[in-house]
């Protein structure tokens, strides 16, 4: 059974006392700053009247990737195409350490927040800017969401089987990718705005993250001349490495990473002999001969159940797993333990628990937070702004409906 979690309004992690004004939209920047706000940083999302784009991505009326991604922060509601807006969240800047954005490369600038007078008004600040492109070369000027860039990386072009087309992964992979590098990479000028007193831009596209997990791809086309092939399950490095089926009709994931390994898969499949075959006896030999490897894997995991093939390969030591879906990860004893899918209270969700991940990375002196749900829409107008601002101010901006109150649905 999953933990069951609850808000702890007063719980501080270690990045207590840093202020977060996030101007992103979507996946990347939310990631970003979901890293940050889960080790306690004060991430405030300044939204727009229809609020951040991932408020729209329902799921039976729940907004459960804004639930999922946006827990810990708070949020301010402001018409971004008004002056006075703009002064605001320069105002707001003014305290913080970290700044985020996600517009099209020039947008920031048209809106009379250049990183040039963000510094100027706070020398310290780190400003981290998300785009799909990068804010400088030939493509600044493109829109670019993950799928593009997925495919402009060269992942599609390795990604499923050789005679079918190149599969774009059906996950924020690009995104993903970009928001944990880019947490990474706003400590790291963090770090050094804290030592010199200096800030700076963080320039984070989505291509260059998921780019750089592909080597060393460049290097091995350069000293061969050949194109990776799509394998589908197979790896062209280690043989046998590929999904078998079972024989109830579980899927199994299985890597011979490791000669100790090949021979003990051998022996307990009952196929000792294989390992002195002239076509498998070294890694090499087997990827040259990874059809008949591969069949030979296959015709003993499909003698097996799913219980039975797990039980026997963790006895004799082969490194083997399910292949597990979302309906078996809800129940699943080592996800529960580790507590790397909890619940918490929601009372949009079937039940009033609301699954989503725990605190990642583990840390053992800062664990992490669970300081509040995902704001709705403004709910943090008065807390922040009061004080920023003063009650008069706000109540004329209020007026002026420069400042917003509301709750998309």
């Not at 898969?265 to 196929?271: A, D, N, Q, V, Y």
């Not at 799913?306 to 797993?321: H, N, P, Y």
């Not at 583990?362 to 004080?387: K, V």
């Amino acid at each position: 059974m999953l933990t069951r979690r609850e808000f702890d309004a007063a719980a501080t992690g270690a990045l207590d006392g840093l202020r977060v004004v996030d101007l992103s939209r979507l996946v990347a920047g939310n990631m970003l700053t979901k890293m940050l706000s889960d080790q306690g940083a004060e991430v405030i999302k300044v939204e727009p009247p229809a609020g951040d784009s991932l408020r729209a991505w329902k799921v039976g009326g729940v907004e459960t990737s804004w639930k999922t991604w946006c827990r810990n922060k708070r949020s301010i509601c402001l018409d971004l195409r008004q002056p006075e807006a703009i002064a605001v969240v320069k105002r707001l800047t003014e305290t913080a350490a970290i700044f985020v954005e996600s517009f099209r490369p020039g947008v920031l600038e048209e809106m009379g927040l250049a990183p040039e007078s963000l510094l100027a008004l706070n020398p310290r600040l780190v400003i981290v800017r998300v785009s799909g492109w990068g804010q400088t070369g030939p493509f600044a000027h493109k829109p670019g969401f993950g799928t593009l860039v997925e495919g402009y990386s060269g992942f599609a072009a390795i990604n499923g089987y050789a005679d079918r087309p190149p599969v774009l992964p059906p996950m924020f992979m690009a995104d993903a990718y970009a928001g944990l590098m880019g947490s990474a990479s706003t400590l790291i000028a963090l770090r050094h705005a804290e030592r010199t007193g200096q800030g700076q831009v963080v320039d984070l596209s989505l291509f260059e993250p998921i780019f750089s997990v592909l080597e060393p791809q460049m290097a091995n086309y350069r000293i061969t001349r050949k194109l990776k092939p799509r394998t589908g399950s197979r790896s062209t490095n280690t043989a046998p490495r590929n999904a078998y089926q079972t024989k109830d009709g579980g899927w199994v994931g299985l890597s011979s990473s490791t000669q100790a390994i090949f021979v003990k898969l051998m022996k307990s499949i009952g196929r000792p002999e294989l390992v002195e075959d002239p076509r498998f006896r070294t890694n090499s030999d087997r990827i040259r001969h990874i059809e008949d490897i591969d069949a030979v894997v296959r015709d003993a995991v499909a003698q097996l159940t799913m219980k039975e093939a797990l039980a026997q390969f963790d006895r004799d030591g082969v490194t083997i797993g399910p292949i597990m879906d979302v309906a078996g990860l809800e129940t699943d004893h080592y996800v529960a333990g580790r507590e790397a899918l909890i619940e918490v209270p929601d009372a949009d969700m079937p039940g009033g628990w609301l699954p989503m991940h725990g605190e990642v990375p583990r840390l053992s002196g800062t664990p992490g937070i669970l300081r509040n749900p995902a704001p709705t829409l403004g709910q943090d107008n008065d807390a922040l702004l009061g004080p920023l601002l003063g009650a008069e101010e706000l109540a004329r901006l209020r007026a002026a409906r420069i400042v917003l109150d509301g709750e998309t649905k």
